[in-house]
């Protein structure tokens, strides 16, 4: 799903955020990717999601050459994606239901499907009460909870997940890392940034850390592990 291979950036004012990043994710595989603020873990997001191109290296997403290419086939690809920023990226002005409900518009169905369809993520996510209040009301955890209901409602085959958890108590963050563990369940490939140690110490997944924009290790979940030992 995801080849990198020698990827580096450097933004225009000459900080470098990733210094020839190697990494291979499979489809259907849920990694975390972990390393302390300025690591380059939203750069990498960034560049996977086509909003900034590489400066060096190859990039391939879902067969697509990143760096390159029209637009359409970027838009076809952002399709099949679902972010959650790490500033959430709410539209203002509209409520918690709005909001999932734009993610889904993309899908092509019925108004009614539409609206069970956010009534479901709503119920998930405890949001029910929110369901009318324009996202600027909420509190910080709701808004990540109407950021995540939004992304998964599309039914993306491919997530992005910026710090998930970072505003959330630990019972809200475990209801989200289900969630996606569950669009992984259903085939998804996940991927979740985060530097909070409390959900990588529960994490049963592929972990790799990065550190000054360089992958400075890759470790297996158990699954790989076992298939390993035979
Ligand atoms: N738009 C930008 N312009 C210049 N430097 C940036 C920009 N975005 C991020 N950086 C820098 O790139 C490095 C990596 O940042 P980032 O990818 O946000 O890391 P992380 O998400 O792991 O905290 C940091 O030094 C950061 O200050
Ligand atoms: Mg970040």
Known sequence: ?????????????????????????????????????????????????????PTEGDLRVAERTMGGGDARSLRDLRRKMGVIF?????????????NIEMGIRVLGITG??????????????????????PVESLSWGERQ??????????EPSL??????TGNLDSDLSTHVIELLREANDRGATVLIAT??????????????TLAEGLL?????????GSDELG
């Open 1 to 53: 799903m995801i080849q990198a291979s020698g990827l580096r950036k450097t933004y225009p004012d000459g900080t470098t955020a990733l210094r020839g990043l190697d990494l291979h994710v499979a489809e259907g595989e849920m990694v975390f990717i972990r390393g302390r603020s300025g690591a380059g873990k939203t750069t990498l997001f960034r560049l996977i999601l086509g909003m900034e191109d």
């Open 86 to 98: 790490q500033d959430f990226r709410l539209i203002k002005g509209r409520s918690s239901r709005e």
């Open 112 to 133: 009614s499907e539409m609206r069970s369809k956010a009534d479901e993520l709503l119920q998930r996510l405890d949001l029910v009460h929110r369901a009318n209040t």
């Open 145 to 154: 909870r109407v950021a995540t209901a939004r992304a998964l409602s599309r």
């Open 159 to 164: 997530v992005l997940a910026d710090e998930p």
């Open 195 to 208: 530097h909070a140690a409390d959900i990588l110490a529960v994490n049963r997944h592929r972990t790799i």
């Open 216 to 224: 400075v290790s890759d470790i297996p979940g158990p699954r790989a």
